[in-house]
């Protein structure tokens, strides 16, 4: 098959050419986008929470498309435990402005340029000289104490009046939020908090994602974020949305499978989105004509599974230090791809006691390697590395 006109796209955070499964989610968010230009109303802040692969930042993506072009306010960050995160938002929110003195009248903006311009220089001096498209004085004594809590709730107070007055909203994607520091969780769901304690809830929203761990996080930052997020589990597809991922690319390329071939592929899948793309890519390339058959298959998926052990499990395992790899492994054997108790890791590493786990198990979460689903229990954050680890000597 002609490799040029391949239409699977498999890469981090790159669209695939069919988003399936995924459109509840997307549809959820045209119903808070019309509200917010209709009514000037807010809704919760969102928490995408998932394993590595499965799509979340393509879905912080598609949500910035949905504004994009209708004039709302709207910055993507990700977030890092090395940069502050005030540091990488004011970053974000200075094209953001910009952009939005070129879409809407300059007076409307004048105060929250002026917060901002005061926001940004106390979180990076240099920053805060950048010119946001237009002359504006600087508004003292808001958003600028240096307190991140506060300050963050005064600046999102800012762009949501503004936002209601323009009758847009504000949009800000966060991205690998569980990579913030636990102060700065707590100032964000601080923020978050306030945006939703007047009559009418301004049109400000905040989409973070991250691995599954993310909602305890913000739960161990503040007791109320239980009820603060709307959160969304993003997964593996279901078989059909799977079989759409598969199947629909070459569907629309005039490219059959034989059911026997797609069923291999999807079996060799398991939902898992990563693959599905990865797959899909290597079967049409090693394809020489329509119907793709099983031998194409059992070809693409050799070349599929070299791509994820080199690419996405080799480099993590070879991160982990012996210590580290000896739990790994412990907890591919006793769970594969499913959470386990480090009750049962320790006596299948040989410890005596779960606390002599705790510093590889707690290097590994800081790795990104292994989240904790729940007390006491581990989990890859990546599908399909337990197998991988059974497979190295």
Do not use: C
Request: charge should be negative; glycine fraction near 10%; hydrophobic fraction near 40%.
């Amino acid at each position: 098959m002609d490799p040029i006109a391949n239409p699977y796209r498999p890469g981090a955070g790159r669209r695939p050419p069919v988003l399936a499964g995924r459109q509840p989610l997307l549809d959820s968010f045209e119903v808070v986008r019309q509200r917010a230009e209709t009514l000037g109303e807010g809704d919760r802040s969102w928490i995408l929470n998932g394993r590595r692969g499965v799509g979340k930042t393509v879905l912080l993506n598609e949500l910035w498309t949905q504004v994009s072009g209708r004039g709302w306010i709207s910055a993507k960050v990700e977030a890092s435990w090395h940069v502050p995160f005030p540091v990488v938002l004011a970053k974000a929110l200075v094209q953001a402005m910009r952009t939005a003195t070129g879409r809407h009248p300059v007076p409307k903006l004048r105060r929250l340029l002026g917060v901002f311009q005061a926001f940004s220089l106390k979180v990076d001096p240099a920053l805060g000289l950048v010119s946001l498209g237009a002359d504006v004085d600087l508004v003292k004594g808001v958003a600028d104490t240096g307190r991140l809590g506060d300050d963050l709730t005064a600046l999102l107070q800012v762009l949501g009046e503004t936002s209601a007055d323009l009758g847009i909203g504000t949009l800000l994607l966060v991205d690998e939020l569980q990579e913030a520091k636990p102060d700065e969780l707590t100032a964000i769901n601080m923020a978050i908090h306030q945006l939703g304690q007047g009559p009418t809830p301004l049109p400000v929203m905040l989409v973070g994602a991250g691995l599954p761990s993310l909602p305890t996080q913000l739960g161990e930052a503040t007791s109320y974020a239980e009820r603060l997020y709307d959160y969304r589990a993003i997964g593996l597809l279901d078989p059909p949305s799977a079989r759409l991922a598969l199947a629909g690319p070459t569907s629309d390329l005039g490219v059959a499978w034989e059911d026997d071939a797609v069923e291999a592929a999807l079996t060799r899948a398991g939902g898992y989105p990563y693959f599905l793309q990865a797959i899909g890519k290597h079967v049409w390339d090693s394809a020489r004509t329509s119907p793709i058959t099983l031998e194409d298959v059992e070809v693409g998926l050799r070349f599929a599974r070299e791509e994820l052990d080199d690419g996405l499990y080799r480099t993590r395992w070879e991160r982990a230090t012996p210590a580290q790899r000896a739990l790994l492994r412990a907890l591919a054997v006793e769970g594969g791809d499913e959470p386990v108790t480090m009750a049962e890791l320790a006596a299948a590493t040989g410890r005596k006691k779960t606390t002599d786990l705790s510093v590889a198990r707690n290097e590994l979460i800081k790795k990104g390697l292994v989240y904790p689903p729940e007390r006491g229990f581990i989990a890859f954050t990546v599908p399909g590395m337990g197998e991988f680890i059974l497979r190295q000597e």
